[in-house]
């Protein structure tokens, strides 16, 4: 060895054999030729080689001069570097180099030369390969840890690995360098921050895109010396996110990407990193908490993360940040919901409550997200997503944001199509979904045109697509309209008729655009125009579209046959989508890609095309229902029992036989029919005769063969079948026969000269029949008709009573129970209305002496004879008939003038009366006779009798006529601006007159100055006048002041000289005037115009008398609370169906909106006027539910009396001294008798409790047997049974309420970390508690409203429907003639299955 160091200090190289000097004075080819024969014999070379290593130790020294290492050649370098590494193998683990300066110099010059492994396609690359890997297998990088420059050397190390690698490189090359670089880490004792920087920049998503072949090396590196690296992985964090010192490295902006793809590399890389996250979801910083919250939804939504298992603290945490303050962090929260649903679903219970509280977010976007995260994992796989997650879709359907509704309604479409269409999943997936349908239809109620276009587009793409072949398409359709809910059915039909109406408007449009030009045909296009643009969305813009379609029309001759062959009712499906492509092409252009003409016009053609239906679809559809008849149909399979099937079927083709009569026109569709008419199933026969009543116009020329078989079979009908089909098939007869007079008097004369009143149950169709040939034909029957009314009807039918009714306790009993006897009464008294009806004037006092006899039916309770033989639910049935014939008859102008004031109020308090199916079925009756403008605006007025009704459902229907009402006659006076002669019938506001003068006459109303009359009159005006005043358009409420003054200078017409008449009128205007005062600020400006008050209620103003008198008591003036009327937001739109029996859920501000207007919510500062109203129908409008109601104390104030709830008892004194309003007064005798009964019934009896009699005095109607007390006022004996509610129904409301206020405070979601629900059920219990004791309190005699609940029998739920069970075939069905025009069917009440909570868009 002395030897060996000897020779090294002599300094002396020695080369290998053949290998000459190499130095600078030889060619730089040569010096390469020499050097390689050096690599070789190194390369030779072992470490057991101890004289070989000693002889080149100079050389090896040598070869680590600067000569070499700054050499300018590169293949110098390149051999020279190769030389050195064999040189660190072969001395290892000495290296020859002793000085720091000169290892470094060596280290930096070899990883240099490492840059030349970026081109591999390079001839040096095998050498470039070979250096990397005698490096990386001999650790020779290991030496430098001794150096104080060792960070320098290894960073620029790691730099040039990961800027050479690249994807020309094979696995080799990417093993040795994960090797090399991870020896460093894992054998080292630091990896400065330089180092750390150097590896985590490329994970970085900007250099990760840039260079993935360095991403996955330092992945690769990252897995490999996880464990080494990993404390300085969490001090850096720690140093980042704990202590905020970005300035320890240039990665401190990117510390969130950073830790995501750690987490994907290896989670143990960041155990404790994590909970530091947890810290940060807290920080007070927005953008902080919003990129920490954008890290974790992708950590905890990744598909194979096990996060939300592993750390539940951090995934509470990270929920928590759903109801964050900050609305970008919620978003986000949101988004990351689909993920999480779709790859991790059994988190989804966990993310059920906050996204509920989110789709209640203030926010449109999160709501919107919401349902977008909902439905994307729903179409995924409906597994993912529980019912809970699809109902918050389908409360979003109702949102106030536009966006937001559409997302929902399409979303829920598109699950609808791939679950129940397509059926993916099979049929438990399609029956989780079913209700889908239903909903998507529902909102067809709405008044928005957006909604309604949008479901016209959803049923036409996703429920029955039209680019189903034809025989398809009408099964689809045949099967959905078997299944879908009433109310569906009803808006399935609306959308129809609506679509039907608009092509009526188009064709007419076209056919004034034909005519020559002239002022007048311009007038008509405009108004034409106007009608159009109402049926499109955003109808200001849509206007200025419409009239120019118009004049494209005009001008372009094409155009306007494509459009009248779309519009014919001859067109077929496939033309439809011809004329529908050919003008939209035409109308387009290539240059202007956004057309809003083009779009509005595309809206058009979507409405008017017929895509569904023409006569081959009508032909296919009865093909359908056949096979359905033969039971070789799939009815079973498709979930719908055979029989349902069939009825569906046959409405559905009654429904479209309105709306397409000439796709009926087939011979083999009217055979089918005729098949029909022979079935034993009542209800098919019956839709078959209507839709040969509306189909069969060209009958008798076109299919004359089917004439000759029809005319028996109705014939037949007429004389002997049910009465309804005998009523179809008279009208068919008229519809289709031209010798019509001859058939009817085949039919007339042995019907009747056969009326035999000795054989009731035959009377029926007989009457039936004769009645509507009286309303077709009275002329030819003139004679006769009178003769049978005269003598048969009135003397022999209705002035006897044969049979003696059933004694029972019940007010109402179903059809099959009712005694034919009264079933041919009821046909007796349509016949005498349907006889004047047809007549139309009154010159032989044909229609004073019905008025007389429906009155006098009236008067007695509907026992006519006043023998007692008649049942209570008989008497019921003979009211409503009498009171709903009244109506019938004021719709035509005539009778109308005729009828006296007296039979008015009479008619008007049958809304009052004791049997619930009496006041709902008279007040649809009178709703729709209004809602059609038939009946005198003086009718609308009776519904502010409806303030009395004890129960909450009947208020609330009142309240949505009046509503309706109101707005169609304000949309009729908008439409028709000509019609101001005609404003007095029309005007809403001048409904008030006849408000107050029905008032004045109510029997309730006996003692002028009596608190508790008064208030109830306060109520009755403020029923109405919230409605009227909730727009004060044209100062409206001036214009009401100014009639209420007026009406205080006359006199009641009615009794001009009855001072307490006039009194009582003086009194109420004042009520009147105090509720105008204390509601508006705009009663005392100058009223627009003078109001012209009705000359038969009131005498002409006395200009010398001023009546400044106050006539009401002081203590009245604590009643009027000021405030506004509410914005009425219920049902506007003419089409809407209203809510019918049956109970519905509703808010405490619904409830409260029903009380007496003394309470919180007339007054604005009052917490609930910040919201909506809420009534009783499904499809009102509201703000999306997330702010919680703010309960006001004032709300439980014991001056506030709800409406129908019960009164406190007054003193035995007050008792005495105040009437009892007109009930009868038992005897005393019959007070334990009837407490006997009571508790019989309760024990025994399970009646209809809606049917039961009240346990306490009439109302109104004087005594027939029991003595009056002394102490009853002879005033107020006239009038009406007191309304008698069902308890049970009373409790189930009570039910409802509270759901709804359960509902309400979850509806309160939190907007900011830490928001509660303001208010809760404590700030109800003291209302709660007032109510109950007020009920121990009351008594029968003193309140008004509801009985109290011990003295009733048990009830059944009341009757459900859109007509009360009842009075469904015998009444509402056996309609006059003119309600049978179409959409009679559509316009019946839905019920209230379909409605969940208060009306419209949800908040």
Known sequence: MAHSKARAADGKVTYPPGVKEISDKISKEEMVRRLKMVVKTFMDMDQDSEEEKELYLNLALHLASDFFLKHPD?????????????????????????????????????????????????????????????????????????????????????????????????????????????????????????????????????????????????????????????PYITNFFNQVLMLGKTSVSDLSEHVFDLILELYNIDSHLLLSVLPQLEFKLKSNDNDERLQVVKLLAKMFGAKDSELAAQNKPLWQCYLGRFNDIHVPIRLECVKFASHCLMNHPDLAKDLTEYLKVRSHDPEEAIRHDVIVSIVTAAKKDLALVNDALLNFVKERTLDKRWRVRKEAMMGLASIYRKYSLQGEGGREASKQISWIKDKLLHIYYQNSIDDRLLVERIFAQYMVPHNLETTERMKCLYYLYATLDPNAVKALNEMWKCQNMLRHNVKDLLDLVKQPKSEASSKAVFAKVMVITRNLPDPGKAQDFVKKLAQVLDDDERIRDQLETLVSPSCSCKQAEVCVRDITKKLGSPKQPSNPFLEMVKFLLERIAP??????????????????????????????????????????????????????????????????????????????????????????????????????????????????????????????????????????????????????????????????????????????????????????????????????????????????????????????????????????????????????????????????????????????????????????????????????????????????????????????????????LEYLAVFALCAKDPVKERRAHARQCLVKNVNIRREYLKQHAAVSEKLFSLLPEYVVPYTIHLLVHDPDYVKVQDIEQLKEIKESLWFVLEIIMAKNENNSHAFIRKMVENIKQTKDAQAPNDTKINEKLYTVCDVAMN???????????????????????????????????????????????????????????????????????????????????????????????????????????????????????????????????????????????????????????????????????????????????????????????????????????????????????????????????????????????????????????????????????????????????????????????????????????????EEDEEGEEQEEEPTPKGRKKAAGRRR
């Not at 490492?114 to 040096?124: F, I, M, R, V």
């Not at 007869?733 to 009747?752: G, K």
């Not at 003295?1351 to 009842?1366: E, N």
């Open 74 to 230: 590169k293949d110098v370098r390149l051999l020279v570097a190769c030389c050195l590494a064999d040189i660190f193998r072969i001395y290892a683990p000495e290296a020859p180099y002793t000085s720091p300066d000169k290892l470094k110099d060596i280290f930096m010059f070899i990883t240099r030369q490492l840059k030349g492994l970026e081109d591999t396609k390079s001839a040096q690359f095998n050498r470039y390969f070979y250096l990397l890997e005698n490096i990386a297998w001999v650790k020779s990088y290991n030496i430098c840890f001794e150096l104080e420059d060792s960070n320098e050397i290894f960073t620029q190390l790691y730099r040039t690995l990961f800027q050479v690698i690249n994807n020309g490189h094979n696995q080799k090359v990417h093993m040795h360098m994960v090797d090399l670089m991870s020896s460093i880490i894992c054998e080292g004792d630091t990896v400065s921050q330089e180092l750390l920087d150097t590896v985590l920049v490329n994970l970085v998503p900007a250099h990760k895109n840039l260079n993935k072949q360095a991403y996955d090396l330092a992945k690769a590196l990252l897995k490999r010396t996880a464990q080494a690296i990993e």
């Open 611 to 936: 895509v569904h239906i023409d006569t081959e679809s009508i032909s296919a559809l009865i093909k359908q229902v056949n096979k359905s008849i033969d039971g070789t149909a799939d009815d079973e399979e498709e979930g719908v029992p055979t029989e349902e099937a069939i009825r569906a079927g046959l409405e559905l083709l009654k429904v479209l036989s309105f709306t397409h009569p000439v796709s009926f026109h087939s011979a083999e569709t009217f055979e089918s029919l005729l098949g029909c008419l022979k079935m034993d199933d009542e209800k098919v026969a019956e839709a078959a005769l209507q839709i040969f009543k509306n189909t069969g116009s060209k009958m008798e020329e076109s299919f004359p063969h089917i004439k000759s078989v029809l005319l028996p079979v109705l014939q037949a009908k007429a004389k002997r079948g049910p009465p309804r089909q005998a009523k179809y098939a008279i009208h068919c007869i008229h519809a289709m026969f031209s010798n019509r007079d001859t058939h009817f008097a085949q039919i007339f004369e042995p019907l009747h000269k056969s009326l035999d009143p000795a054989n009731l149950e035959q009377l029926i169709t007989p009457l039936t029949t004769l009645g509507h040939l009286a309303l077709l034909a009275p002329e030819q029957f003139a004679a006769p008709l009178k003769s049978l009314v005269a003598n048969f009807i009135v003397k022999d039918l209705l002035m006897n009573d044969r049979i003696p009714g059933k004694k029972t306790t019940k007010l109402w009993v179903p059809d099959e129970e009712v005694s034919p006897e009264t079933l041919a009464k009821i046909q007796g008294i349509k016949l005498m209305v349907r006889w004047l009806l047809g007549v139309k004037n009154n010159q032989s006092k044909s229609g004073n002496s019905t008025l007389r006899m429906l009155t006098a039916i009236l008067h007695s309770d509907g026992d006519l004879t006043e023998q007692g033989k008649m049942g209570k639910p008989d008497m019921s049935r003979l009211r409503l008939a009498a009171a709903c014939a009244l109506l019938k008859l004021a719709q035509e102008p005539c009778y109308h003038e005729i009828i006296t004031l007296e039979q008015y109020q009479l008619c008007a308090l049958v809304i009052n009366d004791e049997c619930y199916q009496v006041r709902q079925c008279f007040a649809q009756k009178l709703h729709r006779g209004l809602c059609r403008l038939r009946l005198p």
């Open 1075 to 1377: 509720i105008i005062m204390s509601k508006s600020t705009t009663y005392s400006l100058e009223s627009p115009k003078d109001p012209v008050l009705p000359s038969r209620y009131f005498t002409k103003p006395d200009k010398n008398f001023s009546n400044t008198k106050n006539y009401l008591p002081p203590e009245m003036k604590a009643f009027f609370t000021p405030g506004k009327p509410k914005a009425a937001n219920v049902l506007g739109a003419v089409n809407k169906p209203l809510s019918s029996a049956g109970k519905q859920l509703q808010s405490k501000a619904s409830r409260m909106e029903t009380a007496s207007n003394d309470d919180s919510t007339s007054n604005p500062s009052s917490p609930q006027r910040s919201k909506t109203r809420l009534d009783s129908t499904e499809m009102d409008h509201s703000e999306n539910e997330d702010i919680s109601l703010k309960r006001g104390d004032n709300a439980d104030k014991d001056g506030e009396k709800p409406r129908g709830r019960k009164r406190g008892v007054a003193s035995s004194d007050d008792q005495d001294s105040k009437p009892k309003r007109g009930r009868k007064k038992a005897a005393a005798n019959t007070t334990a008798t009837a407490e006997t009964e009571d508790q019989w019934n309760e024990d025994n009896k399970p009646e209809d409790e809606q049917n039961s009699p009240p346990k306490k005095g009439r109302r109104g109607r004087p005594p027939k047997t029991a003595t009056p007390s002394q102490d009853t006022p002879t005033k107020g004996k006239r009038g009406r049974k007191r309304a008698a509610p069902p308890p049970e129904e009373e409790e189930e409301e009570e039910r409802g309420e509270e759901e709804a206020e359960e509902e309400e405070e979850d509806d309160g979601s939190s907007e900011n970390l830490e928001v509660k629900a303001r208010g809760g059920r404590q700030a109800r219990a003291p209302r709660r508690s007032q109510q109950s004791s007020e009920s121990a309190e009351s008594t029968p005699q003193k309140r008004r409203g509801r009985p109290p609940k011990s003295a009733q029998p048990p009830a059944k739920k009341p009757v459900r429907g859109g007509r009360s069970k009842a009075a469904a075939a015998k009444d509402e069905s056996e309609e006059e003639e």
